[in-house]
């Protein structure tokens, strides 16, 4: 017989077309046929869950095979310790086709956890399970999740945040931040690790999370809520702060001119071109005693500014100042200058009194001489300031 038959007739075997008898029949001899048992396929991992209202919760995993013929979904009711400490608790719920990786399962109760496993499965049996993972369907009533969480802006020390409200009856927000660490937020206790970062009020779509540090990671993520319950947690998002900036050059020129019994006015010179503002610092006492501390601030300016009056003083004291440039980078200071506050005004002065005229004869019949004119004037212990003192005391 050809052997081209003969071939083609044991590929016709060989994929179960043709049985060993036909074949024969077919070639009037014995046909040697080389047949690949199939095997099982490999295991699905990375299974996740996620609420989608108080009904339906979504699946996705990852498919590495491709000689599935399709992916069996087991469900149990309970959260994922029990459920895999009693795995005879699972029951399969539905069946996706080969090279399907998620599934919607519906109909569920509301406020109820369940826990979620798949293999996949061919003529030669079934693969491993994956994972298992677990969800809770939010309480009836309660609002939708919120989505699409993005950072949209940072500096070193804050982060704004933006997402899309999807209720229409949440009561609010709450924003959670996570500072992974060592410890991590993704980790099978991650829940542990978020703490509330703030809550702000209901169709509010943004946040600004002053509450961090430079050159840090973070990761955030949102739920609305209102009297039924929460939502499910938005996407949470990572993001790292910015360095911060350089410290700002230390400004110069201190200068301190005391103008009252109560005030002293500081001036001086701004050398830098990134301070978000300017710190006064103030000591009672001489710089010699000052230049050991016992500083505290008294006062701040915004960026450029380059005067302060400090009033509310002691009268006769002297006082000691520096001035820090700041910034969320740091801080720099000034040199320090002293000044002393006028003593407080004298409790005696004169008062004037008024003139008078005296006039003198000789002792000869002669007319009288010049009259001679005095000014009178008297201490007294009352000021009167507003009366010009020309006179002499006599």
């Known amino acids: 017989m050809n052997r081209r038959i003969v071939r083609l007739v044991g590929r016709l075997v060989s994929v179960g077309l043709l049985s060993l008898s036909q074949a024969y029949a077919a070639s009037g001899k014995v046909v040697r046929v080389s047949v690949i048992e199939p095997v099982p396929p490999p295991d699905p991992t990375f299974l996740t869950v996620a ?20 992916t069996e979904i087991e469900r149990c009711t309970g959260a994922r310790a029990f459920c895999d400490a009693n795995p005879a608790s699972f029951a399969g719920i539905g069946q996706v086709v080969a090279d399907v990786a998620s599934y919607s399962d519906t109909g569920l109760d509301a406020n109820t956890t369940y826990t979620y496993r798949v293999r996949a499965f061919n003529s030669a049996g079934y693969s491993g399970y994956s994972n298992t993972a677990d969800a809770i369907t939010p309480v009836l009533n309660s609002p939708a999740m919120p989505s699409d969480l993005t950072v949209v802006g940072a500096l070193p020390s804050e982060v704004d945040l933006n997402w899309v409200d999807n209720s229409d009856n949440e009561d609010g927000f709450i924003i959670e931040r996570c500072s992974p660490g060592e410890s991590g937020c993704g980790d099978e206790e991650w829940e542990f690790h978020f703490i509330g970062a703030g809550v702000v009020d209901a169709n509010t779509t943004t946040f600004t999370d002053r509450e961090v540090t430079p050159s840090t990671m973070y990761e955030y993520r949102v739920k609305a809520f209102n009297a039924y319950g929460d939502s499910p947690y938005s996407n949470v998002v990572l993001f790292w702060t910015p360095p911060p900036p350089p410290p700002p050059a230390a400004p110069s020129n201190l200068s301190v001119i005391a103008v009252s019994t109560i005030q002293i006015d500081l001036t001086w010179t701004d050398n830098s071109d990134n301070e978000d503002g ?25 960026p450029n500014m380059t005067r302060y009056e400090n009033t509310g003083l002691n009268p006769n004291t002297t006082y000691s100042y520096l001035v820090y440039a700041f910034n969320s980078g740091g801080s720099s200071s000034s040199n320090m200058a002293e000044a002393t506050t006028f003593g407080p005004p004298s409790a005696f002065g004169w008062i004037w009194l008024g003139q008078t ?27 009167q300031p507003d009366r010009p003192r020309t006179g002499t005391p006599l």
Not at 280 to 301: K, L, M, N, Q, T
Not at 359 to 376: C, E, G, H, N, Y
């Open 51 to 70: 609420p989608i209202s108080q009904s339906q919760i979504d699946l996705v995993w990852q498919d590495n095979g491709n000689n599935e013929d399709g």
């Open 278 to 302: 300017f710190w006064i610092y103030r000591c009672s006492g001489s710089s010699s005693i000052c230049a050991h501390g016992d500083f505290g601030r008294i006062g701040e300016v915004g």
């Open 357 to 383: 005229t005296r006039t003198m004869k000789r002792s000869s019949a002669s007319s009288d001489v010049p009259a001679l004119a005095a000014q009178i004037s008297r201490c007294s212990p009352i000021r």
